[in-house]
């Protein structure tokens, strides 16, 4: 397999990741979050749920690039999508340019016909570095905000529906109820372990503020919910319901369990993120949240001329 090491700048070296760089890569990437949002949301444990998804080898797919000093300068992973996030104090000297070409080298090198980053508009020099080689808006995604001053209201629940927090043993039913909700928009179904390593097994994975809706003995809601208490902020990771209960109020009411939840242990702020292809924006809206921010999904394709 062709060497796809890039040639850098001076006095800096690059290697691929491991599982022991998730601290520094946590810091990096909260870095950049801060320079561009003021404040940083992502926890280690989405970090490291990374190199657990399957069929991401990361002396293959990951690369970081560290200064003369040894400090973590910028960094890259590509596998069904890429990250690229150069550290605020290293910006400027084309290190985005130079991970960039080596995510789309990878991309072709395993065979992939297009190539996907996540950008958030506010960073317009990383946007403008994507329309500069070829890629295209394809989706939005916004990160929504509920302002909990006072402790929220919860409506009252459906006709014979229950809803309570997550308990152990709770976890297959949940996942099955989420990856078959999420099967209508998105593109590939996640396994168990996968699923778990970005919830239920995260170290922010947060039961006591997490929320089940069931009718009778059938799950057909939940909300499932990380507390980071880096940010001082809950965090609704999914939000689903089964296709047959919807339209009856069981995810605004999952919502405000989780957010009265969430207020008790003193959190005043609670956060989700959503997309575009979902087509729930309108109903966070009407539950009374608020954009904070948003991102745009960007996509290139990698076919040749020909091809």
């Given amino acids: 397999m062709p060497n796809l090491m890039p040639a850098l700048p001076p006095g800096y070296r690059a290697g691929p990741a491991t599982a022991q760089d998730v601290s520094t890569i946590h810091s990096l990437v909260s870095a950049c ?5 003021g404040r940083g949301r992502a926890d280690p444990g989405g970090i490291a749920a990374v190199f657990a998804r399957p069929g991401l080898t990361p002396e ?7 200064d003369q000093a040894g400090r973590l300068a910028a960094r890259a992973w590509v596998d069904r999508r890429c990250e690229v996030d150069v550290h605020p104090q290293h910006r400027g000297r084309g290190l985005g340019t130079v991970l960039l070409g080596w995510a789309e080298a990878r991309a072709r090198q ?5 190539i996907v980053q996540t950008v958030p508009d506010d960073d317009k020099d990383a946007v403008a570095l994507l329309r500069s080689r070829g890629y295209e808006p394809m989706v939005t995604e916004w990160l929504l905000e509920f302002a909990m001053p006072d402790e929220p209201a919860v409506p009252g629940p459906p ?8 308990r152990t043993g ?15 928009w998105q593109q590939r179904r996640k396994s168990y372990p996968e699923w778990a390593q970005h919830t239920v ?5 947060a039961p ?19 507390d980071l208490p880096e940010t001082g902020e809950g965090y609704i990771e999914e939000v689903a319901v089964h296709r047959d209960h919807r339209n009856q109020g069981i995810a605004r009411l999952l919502l405000r369990h989780v957010f ?8 005043r702020t609670c956060t989700l993120a959503t997309h575009s292809d979902t087509g729930a924006l309108a109903l966070y809206l009407r539950v009374g949240m608020t954009v904070r921010h948003s991102s745009t999904v960007y996509r290139k394709s990698l076919r040749t001329a020909g091809r």
């Fill in 170 to 184: 709770d976890e297959h039913a949940a996942y099955q109820l989420i990856e078959d909700a999420f099967d209508e």
């Fill in 33 to 37: 979050e801060r320079e561009v949002h």
């Fill in 260 to 267: 009265r939840a969430f207020h008790r242990q003193g959190r």
């Fill in 60 to 66: 293959l797919d990951t690369l970081l690039i560290h």
């Fill in 159 to 166: 006709a014979g529906i229950m809803v309570r927090p997550f």
């Fill in 110 to 114: 395993a065979g992939s016909e297009q």
């Fill in 208 to 226: 006591a503020m997490s929320a089940l809706a069931f009718n009778g003995r059938q799950l057909v809601g939940a909300a499932i919910s990380l």
């Fill in 201 to 205: 097994e995260r170290p922010a994975f």
